[in-house]
């Protein structure tokens, strides 16, 4: 997922995602503990897809707050 489309996620979509890949990261996690894992590299993707979300959702929340500051 590029930080562009994450940017143009809504609040709750942005909120999906994250549960969604934290879900995909636990699956990956037990698939590799059981050696069932064929692509190991989806970890890290899946890793980079949440620091995404995280960082466009504390960004949002310091935009709010620094408007709310401003009123």
């Given at each position: ?7 143009a996620l ?8 994250f549960h ?52």
């Amino acid at each position: 997922m590029k930080p562009s489309e994450v940017r143009a996620l809504s609040d709750e979509e942005l909120s999906q995602k994250f549960h969604d890949a934290r879900a995909e990261l636990f699956n990956l996690r037990f698939q590799m503990a059981t050696s069932q894992l064929d692509n190991t590299a989806r970890v890290k993707q899946v890793k980079h897809d949440i620091a995404r979300v995280l960082t466009e959702q504390r960004a949002r929340e310091l935009a709010a707050q620094t408007t709310a500051d401003k009123d």
